[in-house]
């Protein structure tokens, strides 16, 4: 059994009084097994000490917690499921596309607040190395905001003001690398004993061709295996540095506890400003084994589950979200869905969701996705989904072979197919103007790049002036975002697609940015559009009035609330999803939506009671019955509720 590290009661009770030195050592003593065990597991012997000098950062960030968070935490800890609410919607900008600074942010709330939104991420906004960045996410220095964006100070008054509003922040946490501009990244090249064994260099190409044999590309087109040559490295002698990403990005050693401890110094700091969600990036990644994908190691999870235990004893209001864009099987366990159940993130992007609408779309056909979500396995009541249609990533196909067969299809090709739909060189039921993005030669794997608005044949239609289509494209945007919208977990809602902004071409005038076509998805908020959002009758208005309608309906739901899961129903028509949820607590809900283009009937009874709910919102209001079954109209969704 370990014990609380010696004078540690004492020096709790020095720097923050009495009370909250009770509230912080009752903290530390209800994780103190599993800190202990999982710093044995990830670092044998030095665990002993390594436990003292961990809970020390926590509890100096407990300290320096300013009183206003304090107080946030107290409330979270009386509501530990607050971000689980039916009323927590998220919107997703990066700062200067949306507003321009951090200081202009406050000012245009009043946009956000119209949409419902009551969590906000903004994409990442630390100091990143100058020139490419891969839009923020080679940060050189956790400590300051991009000096383009504003200050920290400016951050912490956003924060502030979010808190007002009864908002939250997000911001993203890059752990898995840094720049190689980052100060340790230097001082490791250096030979500056502070930072030895902070990354990891291999003299020759022997080990870094046994890793690459097993680890997949990222970045296969300008930055294909794992390692990329540092002259300076080892002493000058050179070596092939670890960066799973792009070469500027240096993978951190987390065999090395230093490295962890370093990195809780600058999570409990950064949560300290006013940070309440942290999208972690790249997780799966963050420990590596010889013969491995190098992704989803059980070590990866211990590590997580060590640094969140940690973050809450110094900061229990905060929570992570895991960012694993990975398959189904693996990505659950991000929650901590573990034989046993150990904290580790509370929230995830349920990528599954996302992909298969998408895939669902493209066939006019919903049984991969009730074939794929059915078998998915529940998450802890304690977390949540994080639902959304669109990110500022790719989307990558995470259509599973077993989950592709079981429902006749053959995986390779049916990633095959979406990619050529999307990309718009399947001539299909609607023009997609995606773009490829990483197309493998090798393995024949590409991803997709572009806007819901323009995935959705809707920039199509604006172009070729064809009023079919543009409804039918508009009614494709609705329906995604009225499953997202309903089906649990916390909605994102992606900058831009409030007004259905098509591709943006922007991008390919900034030489930094010219080579990632993920640029294409991340257009500036188009704020003259957003006052054409007033009339009803303009497509901006059109879609606007639809998310602010997702976004009321939704908060009256109480079967919308985490704890619980949704659970997908075949209701006897192959091209209509149907998702039914019951909250512990009383109430059933139950969402619709026809992936086909053609009206399609479901059996009422299958649904229990499911014809007499009323209907909560709808593309078409209640649906009409015909002989005991619920006619759905083409890309037609709705929601009852009890
Ligand atoms: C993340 O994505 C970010 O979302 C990307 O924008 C970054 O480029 C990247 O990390 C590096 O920081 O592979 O194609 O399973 O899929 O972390 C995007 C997680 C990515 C990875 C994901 C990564």
């Known amino acids: 059994m370990t014990g609380m590290p010696p004078g540690l009661a004492d020096e709790a009770a020095a720097a923050l009084g009495e009370d909250e030195a009770d509230a912080f050592l009752a903290r530390a003593g209800l994780v103190l097994p599993d800190v202990a065990a999982a710093l044995e597991r990830l670092y044998g012997d030095r665990a002993g000490d390594l436990l003292g000098r961990a809970l020390r950062t926590a509890l100096q960030a407990a300290a320096e917690r300013p009183t206003a968070l304090r107080r946030l935490d107290r409330r979270r800890e009386i509501d530990p499921g607050w971000f689980q609410s039916p009323r927590v919607q998220g919107y997703v900008c990066y700062v200067d596309r949306f507003c321009g600074t951090l200081r202009e942010l406050p000012g245009k709330l009043d946009h956000l607040e119209a949409l419902g939104t009551t969590y906000l991420h903004l994409m990442p906004l630390l100091r990143p190395r100058e020139g490419e960045n891969d839009g923020g996410y080679a ?3 956790y400590r300051a905001v991009d000096p383009r964006l504003g200050t920290m100070a400016d951050l912490e008054a956003v924060a502030a003001t979010l808190h007002g509003r009864g908002m939250s922040l997000c911001i993203d946490l890059v752990l898995n690398h840094t720049a190689r501009e980052h100060r340790w990244a230097r001082g490791w090249l250096a030979g500056d004993p502070a930072y030895a064994g902070f990354y990891t260099a291999f003299p020759d190409r022997q080990l870094p061709d046994a890793y690459d044999a097993t680890i997949p590309e990222v970045f296969p087109d300008r930055a294909p295996g794992s390692f990329s040559w540092v002259p300076e ?5 050179g070596g092939w540095v670890w960066t799973t990403f792009w070469p500027y990005q240096w993978d951190l050693d987390y065999t090395n506890p230093e490295v962890t401890l370093a990195v809780l110094g600058e999570i409990t700091w950064l949560a300290n400003r006013g940070v309440d969600v942290f999208r972690m990036d790249a997780v799966p990644f963050m420990w590596k084994r010889l013969g491995t994908t190098g992704q989803n190691l059980p070590e990866a999870h211990v590590l997580l589950q060590l640094l969140h235990a940690l973050t809450r004893v110094a900061a229990p209001g905060v929570v992570f979200k895991a960012e694993a864009i990975v398959a189904p099987d ?15 993130c509370e929230l995830a992007y349920h990528n599954q969701l996302m992909v298969l609408l998408w895939s669902s779309l493209a066939t006019g056909d919903a049984r991969l996705a ?7 396995r529940p998450i802890p009541p304690a977390t949540t989904w994080c639902t959304y249609v669109r990110g500022h990533d790719d989307i990558g196909w995470a259509v599973t072979d077993a989950d592709a067969a079981a429902v006749g299809l053959d995986g390779f090709a049916h990633r095959r197919f979406l990619n050529d739909f999307y990309s718009g060189r399947f001539v299909g039921s609607f023009v997609a103007r995606g773009a490829l993005f990483q197309e493998n030669e090798a393995t024949g794997d590409a991803r997709i790049s572009g806007t819901t608005a323009s995935l959705c044949g809707i ?3 604006l172009d070729r002036g064809d009023d079919a289509a543009l409804e039918a494209g508009l009614r494709r945007l609705g329906l995604l975002y009225a499953v997202v919208y309903g089906f649990g977990g916390i909605p994102l809602l992606y900058s831009g697609d409030e007004l259905a902004q098509r591709n943006d071409a922007g991008y390919l005038a900034d030489p930094a940015l010219a080579p990632d076509n993920r640029w294409m998805h991340r257009p500036p908020l188009d704020w003259a559009a957003t006052a054409r959002a007033g009339d009803p009758r303009s497509l901006e208005g059109r879609v606007t009035a639809l998310v602010r309608r997702l976004a009321d309906a939704r908060r009256g739901q109480p079967a919308l609330a985490g704890g619980t899961e949704s659970e997908v129903v075949d ?3 192959d091209a209509v999803l149907v998702w039914r949820r019951r909250h512990p607590r009383g109430g059933t809900f139950v969402g619709l939506a026809n992936v086909s283009a053609r009206p399609q009937t479901v059996d009422a009874d299958t649904v229990t009671g499911f014809g007499t709910f009323p209907c909560v919102a709808g593309s078409d209001g209640a649906l009409p019955v015909e002989d005991g079954r619920l006619v759905v109209p083409g890309l037609g969704w709705a929601w009852y509720a009890e």
């Open 139 to 141: 940060v050189a220095d």
């Open 233 to 237: 490295a080892l002493g000058g002698a």
């Open 330 to 344: 693996d990505l659950v366990q991000y929650l901590g869905a573990h034989e046993r159940y150990r904290p580790e």
């Open 370 to 376: 009730r074939q794929a979500l059915g078998r998915m």
């Open 459 to 461: 920039e199509d239609a």
């Open 571 to 573: 209701a006897g028509s």
